[in-house]
Protein backbone atom coordinates (compact mmCIF):
# COMPACT_ATOMS: atom_id res chain seq x y z
CA UNK A 1 0.00 0.00 0.00
CA UNK A 2 1.40 3.31 -1.10
CA UNK A 3 0.07 6.44 0.33
CA UNK A 4 0.01 9.37 -2.92
CA UNK A 5 -1.37 13.06 -1.84
CA UNK A 6 -3.93 12.41 0.78
CA UNK A 7 -5.19 9.28 -0.63
CA UNK A 8 -4.42 5.48 -0.70
CA UNK A 9 -2.81 3.98 -3.86
CA UNK A 10 -3.68 0.28 -3.07
CA UNK A 11 -1.75 -2.52 -4.92
CA UNK A 12 -4.74 -4.47 -5.24
CA UNK A 13 -7.14 -3.63 -7.03
CA UNK A 14 -12.62 -3.17 -8.29
CA UNK A 15 -18.90 -2.43 -6.46
CA UNK A 16 -21.84 -2.70 -9.13
CA UNK A 17 -22.79 0.18 -10.97
CA UNK A 18 -25.78 0.97 -12.59
CA UNK A 19 -26.16 1.37 -15.86
CA UNK A 20 -28.12 4.54 -17.51
CA UNK A 21 -26.15 6.16 -20.34
CA UNK A 22 -26.47 9.48 -21.70
CA UNK A 23 -26.26 9.95 -25.60
CA UNK A 24 -24.03 6.69 -26.69
CA UNK A 25 -23.98 4.41 -29.68
CA UNK A 26 -22.44 0.99 -29.16
CA UNK A 27 -21.86 -1.90 -31.45
CA UNK A 28 -22.39 -5.09 -30.08
CA UNK A 29 -19.86 -7.65 -31.21
CA UNK A 30 -21.99 -10.34 -29.92
CA UNK A 31 -25.39 -9.18 -32.09
CA UNK A 32 -24.00 -6.71 -34.76
CA UNK A 33 -27.16 -4.21 -33.35
CA UNK A 34 -26.09 -0.41 -32.41
CA UNK A 35 -27.00 0.80 -29.14
CA UNK A 36 -30.29 3.04 -29.27
CA UNK A 37 -29.20 6.42 -27.73
CA UNK A 38 -30.34 6.61 -24.08
CA UNK A 39 -30.47 3.29 -23.52
CA UNK A 40 -28.48 1.11 -21.12
CA UNK A 41 -25.35 -0.61 -22.74
CA UNK A 42 -25.30 -4.53 -22.56
CA UNK A 43 -22.46 -6.13 -21.03
CA UNK A 44 -23.68 -9.31 -21.12
CA UNK A 45 -21.79 -10.69 -23.82
CA UNK A 46 -18.44 -8.86 -22.68
CA UNK A 47 -19.01 -10.97 -19.45
CA UNK A 48 -19.80 -13.90 -20.67
CA UNK A 49 -16.57 -13.92 -22.77
CA UNK A 50 -14.55 -12.94 -19.84
CA UNK A 51 -15.28 -14.74 -17.15
CA UNK A 52 -14.17 -18.22 -17.68
CA UNK A 53 -10.80 -16.76 -18.85
CA UNK A 54 -9.89 -14.70 -15.41
CA UNK A 55 -8.55 -17.04 -12.78
CA UNK A 56 -8.34 -16.58 -8.73
CA UNK A 57 -4.47 -17.00 -7.81
CA UNK A 58 -3.64 -18.18 -4.58
CA UNK A 59 -0.02 -17.00 -3.16
CA UNK A 60 1.64 -19.10 -0.63
CA UNK A 61 5.05 -17.93 0.85
CA UNK A 62 6.13 -20.79 3.63
CA UNK A 63 7.31 -19.99 6.65
CA UNK A 64 11.16 -19.83 6.95
CA UNK A 65 13.62 -19.50 9.00
CA UNK A 66 15.80 -16.17 9.42
CA UNK A 67 18.59 -14.92 11.39
CA UNK A 68 18.31 -11.74 12.88
CA UNK A 69 20.84 -9.45 14.77
CA UNK A 70 18.87 -8.30 18.30
CA UNK A 71 20.51 -5.49 20.72
CA UNK A 72 20.47 -7.09 24.35
CA UNK A 73 18.87 -5.75 27.19
CA UNK A 74 21.22 -4.38 30.04
CA UNK A 75 18.35 -4.48 32.52
CA UNK A 76 17.87 -8.29 31.69
CA UNK A 77 19.13 -11.15 34.55
CA UNK A 78 22.36 -11.12 32.55
CA UNK A 79 24.60 -8.20 30.82
CA UNK A 80 28.12 -8.69 30.78
CA UNK A 81 29.27 -6.01 28.35
CA UNK A 82 32.69 -6.01 29.46
CA UNK A 83 32.94 -9.79 28.54
CA UNK A 84 34.06 -10.84 32.25
CA UNK A 85 31.81 -14.28 31.49
CA UNK A 86 33.39 -15.04 27.86
CA UNK A 87 31.55 -12.93 25.58
CA UNK A 88 28.15 -14.09 25.91
CA UNK A 89 27.36 -11.85 23.60
CA UNK A 90 30.04 -12.34 20.70
CA UNK A 91 32.06 -9.23 21.00
CA UNK A 92 29.36 -7.57 19.38
CA UNK A 93 28.63 -4.44 21.88
CA UNK A 94 25.71 -6.11 23.25
CA UNK A 95 24.37 -7.65 19.78
CA UNK A 96 23.44 -11.15 19.68
CA UNK A 97 22.32 -13.15 16.56
CA UNK A 98 18.78 -15.18 16.79
CA UNK A 99 17.34 -17.39 14.26
CA UNK A 100 13.55 -16.51 14.30
CA UNK A 101 10.82 -18.40 12.60
CA UNK A 102 8.60 -16.04 10.19
CA UNK A 103 5.20 -17.08 9.68
CA UNK A 104 3.33 -18.65 6.69
CA UNK A 105 1.83 -16.18 4.40
CA UNK A 106 -1.31 -16.60 2.30
CA UNK A 107 -2.76 -14.02 0.11
CA UNK A 108 -5.15 -14.14 -3.48
CA UNK A 109 -5.67 -11.91 -6.87
CA UNK A 110 -6.72 -12.34 -10.36
CA UNK A 111 -5.02 -13.00 -13.67
CA UNK A 112 -6.04 -13.00 -16.92
CA UNK A 113 -5.63 -16.13 -19.34
CA UNK A 114 -3.89 -15.55 -22.60
CA UNK A 115 -3.25 -18.57 -24.56
CA UNK A 116 -5.32 -21.99 -24.57
CA UNK A 117 -1.46 -24.12 -23.27
CA UNK A 118 -1.78 -21.53 -20.35
CA UNK A 119 -0.21 -18.77 -20.08
CA UNK A 120 -1.53 -16.23 -17.99
CA UNK A 121 -1.14 -12.48 -17.32
CA UNK A 122 -1.02 -10.95 -14.19
CA UNK A 123 0.45 -8.13 -11.64
CA UNK A 124 3.95 -8.70 -10.35
CA UNK A 125 3.19 -7.91 -6.49
CA UNK A 126 0.39 -10.57 -6.86
CA UNK A 127 3.26 -13.54 -7.29
CA UNK A 128 6.19 -11.59 -5.92
CA UNK A 129 7.86 -13.79 -3.44
CA UNK A 130 5.59 -16.97 -3.63
CA UNK A 131 7.01 -20.30 -3.07
CA UNK A 132 3.76 -21.89 -4.08
CA UNK A 133 0.91 -20.23 -6.77
CA UNK A 134 -2.34 -22.13 -7.11
CA UNK A 135 -5.01 -20.99 -10.07
CA UNK A 136 -8.18 -21.80 -9.95
CA UNK A 137 -10.54 -21.55 -12.97
CA UNK A 138 -14.17 -20.23 -13.22
CA UNK A 139 -14.98 -24.41 -13.68
CA UNK A 140 -13.25 -24.94 -9.78
CA UNK A 141 -10.32 -26.95 -11.63
CA UNK A 142 -6.96 -26.18 -9.79
CA UNK A 143 -3.29 -25.88 -11.53
CA UNK A 144 -0.11 -25.37 -9.45
CA UNK A 145 1.37 -22.42 -11.72
CA UNK A 146 4.74 -21.66 -12.08
CA UNK A 147 6.55 -18.16 -12.95
CA UNK A 148 7.72 -17.64 -16.00
CA UNK A 149 8.93 -13.68 -15.53
CA UNK A 150 7.95 -10.55 -13.89
CA UNK A 151 9.08 -7.15 -14.66
CA UNK A 152 8.13 -4.78 -11.17
CA UNK A 153 9.04 -1.55 -13.65
CA UNK A 154 5.43 -2.14 -15.10
CA UNK A 155 3.77 -4.44 -12.25
CA UNK A 156 3.31 -7.26 -14.92
CA UNK A 157 4.54 -10.93 -14.51
CA UNK A 158 3.34 -14.25 -16.94
CA UNK A 159 3.00 -17.42 -15.16
CA UNK A 160 2.08 -20.70 -16.85
CA UNK A 161 -0.03 -23.61 -15.87
CA UNK A 162 0.40 -27.12 -17.71
CA UNK A 163 -3.11 -27.25 -19.57
CA UNK A 164 -4.87 -27.70 -23.35
CA UNK A 165 -7.62 -25.81 -24.82
CA UNK A 166 -8.26 -23.62 -21.93
CA UNK A 167 -10.35 -20.95 -22.43
CA UNK A 168 -8.90 -16.84 -23.27
CA UNK A 169 -9.44 -13.71 -23.54
CA UNK A 170 -8.73 -11.51 -26.77
CA UNK A 171 -6.51 -9.25 -26.34
CA UNK A 172 -8.00 -5.95 -27.62
CA UNK A 173 -5.87 -2.32 -28.61
CA UNK A 174 -5.70 0.09 -25.51
CA UNK A 175 -4.96 2.92 -27.77
CA UNK A 176 -8.43 2.50 -29.10
CA UNK A 177 -9.88 3.37 -26.11
CA UNK A 178 -12.44 6.79 -25.46
CA UNK A 179 -13.08 8.47 -22.60
CA UNK A 180 -16.42 7.66 -21.84
CA UNK A 181 -16.40 4.03 -23.16
CA UNK A 182 -18.38 1.43 -21.02
CA UNK A 183 -15.95 -1.32 -19.55
CA UNK A 184 -16.10 -4.26 -17.21
CA UNK A 185 -14.05 -5.09 -14.46
CA UNK A 186 -13.68 -9.25 -13.95
CA UNK A 187 -11.91 -10.65 -10.70
CA UNK A 188 -12.19 -12.24 -7.46
CA UNK A 189 -12.62 -8.95 -4.89
CA UNK A 190 -12.42 -9.86 -1.38
CA UNK A 191 -12.39 -13.78 -2.05
CA UNK A 192 -15.66 -13.14 -3.92
CA UNK A 193 -14.55 -15.29 -7.30
CA UNK A 194 -16.14 -14.38 -10.60
CA UNK A 195 -17.20 -10.88 -9.84
CA UNK A 196 -18.08 -8.69 -12.73
CA UNK A 197 -18.34 -4.91 -12.03
CA UNK A 198 -18.55 -1.82 -14.78
CA UNK A 199 -17.87 1.75 -15.49
CA UNK A 200 -16.76 3.93 -18.20
CA UNK A 201 -13.06 5.01 -19.18
CA UNK A 202 -12.67 7.86 -17.09
CA UNK A 203 -9.29 8.89 -18.39
CA UNK A 204 -6.18 7.51 -20.20
CA UNK A 205 -2.69 7.73 -19.68
CA UNK A 206 -2.55 8.62 -16.03
CA UNK A 207 0.63 9.16 -13.99
CA UNK A 208 0.39 8.28 -10.59
CA UNK A 209 4.32 7.91 -9.04
CA UNK A 210 3.63 4.66 -7.84
CA UNK A 211 5.80 2.31 -10.70
CA UNK A 212 8.78 3.32 -12.94
CA UNK A 213 6.48 2.95 -16.10
CA UNK A 214 3.05 4.80 -16.20
CA UNK A 215 0.67 5.07 -18.49
CA UNK A 216 -2.44 3.83 -16.78
CA UNK A 217 -6.62 3.44 -17.61
CA UNK A 218 -8.45 5.50 -15.11
CA UNK A 219 -12.20 3.60 -14.27
CA UNK A 220 -14.53 4.09 -12.43
CA UNK A 221 -15.63 0.45 -12.42
CA UNK A 222 -15.06 -0.52 -8.90
CA UNK A 223 -11.79 -2.29 -8.09
CA UNK A 224 -10.89 -3.93 -4.97
CA UNK A 225 -8.10 -5.95 -2.49
CA UNK A 226 -8.38 -8.83 -4.97
CA UNK A 227 -8.69 -7.75 -7.95
CA UNK A 228 -5.30 -7.08 -8.83
CA UNK A 229 -4.19 -8.97 -11.93
CA UNK A 230 -7.76 -9.31 -13.48
CA UNK A 231 -9.40 -8.60 -16.97
CA UNK A 232 -10.61 -4.50 -17.35
CA UNK A 233 -12.62 -5.64 -20.81
CA UNK A 234 -14.26 -3.59 -23.26
CA UNK A 235 -17.86 -4.17 -24.53
CA UNK A 236 -16.42 -6.23 -27.87
CA UNK A 237 -15.08 -8.81 -24.95
CA UNK A 238 -11.06 -7.96 -25.60
CA UNK A 239 -8.84 -7.41 -22.99
CA UNK A 240 -7.98 -3.99 -23.03
CA UNK A 241 -6.11 -3.72 -19.21
CA UNK A 242 -4.99 -5.80 -16.48
CA UNK A 243 -6.02 -4.04 -13.08
CA UNK A 244 -3.74 -3.15 -10.83
CA UNK A 245 -4.50 -0.41 -8.28
CA UNK A 246 -7.43 1.83 -6.52
CA UNK A 247 -7.58 5.35 -5.90
CA UNK A 248 -8.92 5.50 -2.31
CA UNK A 249 -9.07 7.67 1.10
CA UNK A 250 -10.18 3.93 2.96
CA UNK A 251 -8.18 1.35 1.00
CA UNK A 252 -11.37 -0.16 -0.35
CA UNK A 253 -13.16 1.26 -3.12
CA UNK A 254 -14.74 4.41 -3.15
CA UNK A 255 -13.04 6.68 -6.15
CA UNK A 256 -11.54 5.35 -9.28
CA UNK A 257 -9.65 2.93 -10.57
CA UNK A 258 -6.28 1.97 -12.87
CA UNK A 259 -5.16 -0.84 -15.14
CA UNK A 260 -1.91 -1.42 -17.30
CA UNK A 261 -2.84 -0.90 -20.93
CA UNK A 262 -2.48 -3.94 -23.45
CA UNK A 263 -0.17 -1.53 -25.50
CA UNK A 264 2.09 -1.74 -22.63
CA UNK A 265 1.36 -5.49 -21.23
CA UNK A 266 1.60 -7.00 -24.76
CA UNK A 267 5.05 -5.87 -25.24
CA UNK A 268 6.36 -6.95 -22.09
CA UNK A 269 4.64 -10.28 -21.98
CA UNK A 270 5.98 -11.00 -25.17
CA UNK A 271 9.81 -10.28 -23.93
CA UNK A 272 9.17 -12.42 -20.86
CA UNK A 273 8.08 -15.60 -22.73
CA UNK A 274 11.04 -14.96 -25.16
CA UNK A 275 14.02 -13.51 -23.14
CA UNK A 276 12.77 -13.84 -19.68
CA UNK A 277 13.28 -9.99 -19.03
CA UNK A 278 12.18 -6.92 -20.62
CA UNK A 279 13.62 -5.46 -23.40
CA UNK A 280 13.19 -1.98 -22.91
CA UNK A 281 14.09 0.96 -25.21
CA UNK A 282 15.18 4.24 -23.91
CA UNK A 283 14.73 7.72 -25.72
CA UNK A 284 17.25 9.61 -23.72
CA UNK A 285 15.61 12.33 -22.36
CA UNK A 286 14.70 13.36 -18.80
CA UNK A 287 11.58 16.00 -18.25
CA UNK A 288 8.21 16.42 -17.25
CA UNK A 289 5.23 17.72 -18.67
CA UNK A 290 4.69 21.25 -20.31
CA UNK A 291 2.42 22.38 -18.12
CA UNK A 292 3.99 21.24 -14.99
CA UNK A 293 7.36 22.90 -16.12
CA UNK A 294 5.26 26.35 -16.16
CA UNK A 295 3.45 25.77 -13.23
CA UNK A 296 6.49 25.08 -11.33
CA UNK A 297 8.17 28.05 -12.72
CA UNK A 298 5.30 30.26 -11.40
CA UNK A 299 5.46 28.73 -8.36
CA UNK A 300 8.81 29.91 -7.99
CA UNK A 301 8.39 33.38 -9.11
CA UNK A 302 10.47 32.96 -12.26
CA UNK A 303 10.09 33.86 -15.74
CA UNK A 304 7.87 31.67 -17.88
CA UNK A 305 9.54 31.20 -21.55
CA UNK A 306 7.60 30.93 -24.41
CA UNK A 307 7.56 27.49 -25.69
CA UNK A 308 5.00 27.80 -28.48
CA UNK A 309 3.19 25.30 -26.70
CA UNK A 310 1.12 24.33 -23.59
CA UNK A 311 1.13 20.43 -24.44
CA UNK A 312 4.57 17.85 -24.51
CA UNK A 313 6.98 16.90 -22.60
CA UNK A 314 9.62 19.85 -21.96
CA UNK A 315 13.04 18.18 -21.72
CA UNK A 316 15.47 19.29 -18.90
CA UNK A 317 18.13 16.98 -19.84
CA UNK A 318 19.22 15.03 -22.83
CA UNK A 319 21.61 11.87 -22.25
CA UNK A 320 25.20 11.13 -24.05
CA UNK A 321 25.50 8.22 -26.99
CA UNK A 322 20.69 8.12 -26.92
CA UNK A 323 18.24 8.12 -29.40
CA UNK A 324 17.55 11.46 -28.88
CA UNK A 325 20.82 13.01 -28.48
CA UNK A 326 21.11 11.30 -32.18
CA UNK A 327 17.65 13.11 -33.74
CA UNK A 328 19.88 16.22 -32.24
CA UNK A 329 16.97 17.47 -29.24
CA UNK A 330 18.62 19.62 -26.76
CA UNK A 331 17.34 20.66 -23.34
CA UNK A 332 14.60 23.18 -23.65
CA UNK A 333 13.33 21.75 -26.44
CA UNK A 334 9.31 20.06 -26.53
CA UNK A 335 8.64 16.58 -27.44
CA UNK A 336 5.03 16.72 -29.40
CA UNK A 337 4.80 13.27 -31.46
CA UNK A 338 6.25 9.91 -32.03
CA UNK A 339 5.80 7.84 -35.29
CA UNK A 340 2.58 10.46 -36.22
CA UNK A 341 0.80 9.99 -32.40
CA UNK A 342 0.54 13.25 -30.49
CA UNK A 343 2.06 13.39 -27.59
CA UNK A 344 0.48 15.77 -24.74
CA UNK A 345 2.49 14.58 -21.83
CA UNK A 346 5.02 12.27 -20.65
CA UNK A 347 2.36 8.99 -19.80
CA UNK A 348 1.85 9.31 -23.56
CA UNK A 349 5.58 9.77 -24.26
CA UNK A 350 6.29 6.92 -21.72
CA UNK A 351 2.90 4.37 -23.65
CA UNK A 352 4.68 4.73 -26.58
CA UNK A 353 8.48 4.75 -25.91
CA UNK A 354 7.81 1.22 -23.74
CA UNK A 355 5.82 -0.70 -26.70
CA UNK A 356 9.24 -0.16 -28.92
CA UNK A 357 12.66 -2.30 -28.77
CA UNK A 358 16.07 -1.69 -28.87
CA UNK A 359 16.68 -1.11 -32.25
CA UNK A 360 13.46 -0.05 -33.66
CA UNK A 361 13.20 2.93 -35.35
CA UNK A 362 11.03 6.14 -34.30
CA UNK A 363 10.37 9.52 -35.95
CA UNK A 364 10.21 12.10 -33.24
CA UNK A 365 8.80 15.22 -33.66
CA UNK A 366 9.48 18.45 -31.60
CA UNK A 367 9.75 21.97 -31.07
CA UNK A 368 13.27 23.62 -30.85
CA UNK A 369 12.49 27.45 -30.34
CA UNK A 370 9.10 27.18 -31.45
CA UNK A 371 10.08 25.02 -35.12
CA UNK A 372 8.88 22.37 -35.29
CA UNK A 373 11.54 19.81 -35.84
CA UNK A 374 11.30 15.59 -37.04
CA UNK A 375 13.71 12.91 -37.41
CA UNK A 376 14.09 9.23 -37.39
CA UNK A 377 16.39 7.51 -34.84
CA UNK A 378 17.05 4.02 -33.43
CA UNK A 379 16.30 3.54 -29.90
CA UNK A 380 18.93 1.84 -27.69
CA UNK A 381 18.68 0.06 -24.43
CA UNK A 382 19.80 1.29 -20.83
CA UNK A 383 23.02 0.03 -21.77
CA UNK A 384 23.95 2.22 -24.97
CA UNK A 385 23.09 -0.36 -27.66
CA UNK A 386 20.86 -2.44 -29.78
CA UNK A 387 21.56 -6.37 -28.41
CA UNK A 388 19.40 -8.59 -26.27
CA UNK A 389 20.00 -8.49 -22.58
CA UNK A 390 19.42 -11.57 -21.06
CA UNK A 391 19.23 -11.96 -17.17
CA UNK A 392 22.58 -13.29 -16.04
CA UNK A 393 22.95 -16.01 -13.26
CA UNK A 394 25.79 -17.09 -11.79
CA UNK A 395 27.16 -19.35 -14.30
CA UNK A 396 28.60 -16.16 -16.04
CA UNK A 397 31.03 -15.48 -12.86
CA UNK A 398 32.72 -18.71 -14.76
CA UNK A 399 33.29 -20.06 -10.59
CA UNK A 400 31.61 -21.71 -7.96
CA UNK A 401 30.76 -20.27 -4.68
CA UNK A 402 29.98 -21.08 -1.10
CA UNK A 403 29.65 -20.32 2.26
CA UNK A 404 32.72 -19.00 4.19
CA UNK A 405 33.40 -21.51 6.74
CA UNK A 406 32.59 -20.91 10.63
CA UNK A 407 36.73 -21.56 11.54
CA UNK A 408 37.75 -19.04 8.51
CA UNK A 409 35.14 -16.39 9.80
CA UNK A 410 36.21 -16.98 13.87
CA UNK A 411 40.10 -16.25 11.59
CA UNK A 412 39.40 -13.42 9.80
CA UNK A 413 37.06 -11.68 12.47
CA UNK A 414 34.11 -11.47 10.07
CA UNK A 415 30.42 -12.48 10.79
CA UNK A 416 29.44 -13.60 6.30
CA UNK A 417 30.92 -13.60 3.54
CA UNK A 418 31.31 -16.20 0.31
CA UNK A 419 34.36 -17.55 -0.54
CA UNK A 420 35.32 -18.33 -4.07
CA UNK A 421 35.96 -22.03 -5.38
CA UNK A 422 36.91 -23.85 -8.69
CA UNK A 423 37.71 -20.39 -10.80
CA UNK A 424 37.55 -21.30 -14.65
CA UNK A 425 36.64 -19.41 -17.94
CA UNK A 426 34.03 -16.38 -16.99
CA UNK A 427 33.78 -12.79 -15.55
CA UNK A 428 35.67 -13.79 -12.08
CA UNK A 429 38.71 -14.51 -14.06
CA UNK A 430 38.68 -11.49 -16.14
CA UNK A 431 38.29 -9.58 -13.01
CA UNK A 432 41.18 -11.06 -11.33
CA UNK A 433 39.50 -13.16 -8.95
CA UNK A 434 40.75 -16.30 -8.30
CA UNK A 435 40.38 -19.16 -5.54
CA UNK A 436 39.90 -18.13 -1.85
CA UNK A 437 38.63 -15.01 -2.32
CA UNK A 438 36.15 -14.00 -0.01
CA UNK A 439 33.51 -11.65 -1.40
CA UNK A 440 31.63 -9.43 1.56
CA UNK A 441 29.82 -7.07 -0.53
CA UNK A 442 28.55 -6.61 -4.19
CA UNK A 443 27.75 -3.01 -5.52
CA UNK A 444 27.23 -1.94 -1.49
CA UNK A 445 24.94 -5.29 -0.62
CA UNK A 446 26.12 -7.60 2.43
CA UNK A 447 26.59 -11.22 0.72
CA UNK A 448 25.41 -13.10 3.39
CA UNK A 449 23.62 -16.42 1.26
CA UNK A 450 24.37 -16.97 -2.72
CA UNK A 451 20.47 -15.99 -2.78
CA UNK A 452 21.76 -12.42 -2.54
CA UNK A 453 24.84 -13.13 -5.24
CA UNK A 454 22.56 -14.46 -7.72
CA UNK A 455 20.13 -11.66 -6.87
CA UNK A 456 23.05 -9.15 -7.55
CA UNK A 457 24.25 -10.63 -10.48
CA UNK A 458 20.80 -10.37 -11.97
CA UNK A 459 19.79 -6.60 -11.35
CA UNK A 460 23.64 -5.69 -12.16
CA UNK A 461 22.71 -7.94 -15.90
CA UNK A 462 19.97 -5.97 -16.85
CA UNK A 463 21.35 -2.22 -15.37
CA UNK A 464 23.03 0.62 -17.25
CA UNK A 465 26.28 -0.53 -15.96
CA UNK A 466 26.64 -4.27 -16.02
CA UNK A 467 29.21 -4.65 -12.97
CA UNK A 468 29.97 -5.81 -10.03
CA UNK A 469 31.90 -3.92 -7.75
CA UNK A 470 33.26 -6.72 -4.89
CA UNK A 471 34.41 -5.91 -1.74
CA UNK A 472 36.16 -8.68 -0.29
CA UNK A 473 39.55 -10.72 1.66
CA UNK A 474 42.33 -13.25 0.87
CA UNK A 475 42.44 -15.71 3.38
CA UNK A 476 45.29 -14.15 4.43
CA UNK A 477 43.45 -11.15 5.57
CA UNK A 478 43.82 -8.67 2.92
CA UNK A 479 41.13 -6.50 2.11
CA UNK A 480 40.43 -6.49 -1.34
CA UNK A 481 38.33 -4.39 -4.66
CA UNK A 482 37.39 -5.89 -7.65
CA UNK A 483 35.14 -4.25 -10.76
CA UNK A 484 33.77 -7.63 -12.34
CA UNK A 485 32.38 -6.67 -15.69
CA UNK A 486 28.92 -9.06 -16.73
CA UNK A 487 27.75 -7.50 -19.60
CA UNK A 488 27.54 -8.30 -23.29
CA UNK A 489 30.15 -5.93 -23.89
CA UNK A 490 32.60 -6.98 -21.81
Not at 293 to 315: C, E, F, H, M
Not at 380 to 395: C, H, P
Request: net charge neutral.
Amino acid sequence: MKKYSNYLLVGLCSMALTLPIGEYANASAATNKVEIAGQPVDLTYAAEKALPAVVYIKYVQNSKTKTVEVQNDPFSDFFDPFGFFGNPDGGNGGVQKRQIRTPKQEAAGSGVIISPDGYIVTNNHVVNGADELTVTLEDNREFNARIIGTDPTTDLALIKIDGKNLPTLPIGNSDNLKVGEWVIAVGNPFGLNNTVTAGIISAKARTLGANGVESFIQTDAAINKGNSGGALVNTKGELVGINAMLFSETGSYAGYGFAIPTAIMTKVIDDLKKYGTVQRAYLGIQGQDVLNYINNLKDQNKDVPDLGTVDGVYVAKVEDNSAASAAGIEKGDVIVGVDGKNITKMAELQEVINSKHPGDKITITWLHNKKKMSKSVTVKNMQGNTKVIKTADLDVLGAKVIPVSADLKKQLGISYGLQVKDVKSGAFKDGGISNGFIILTVNDKPMKTISDLQDAVKDASTSKNPVLFITGEWPSGKTDYKAVNIGTDK
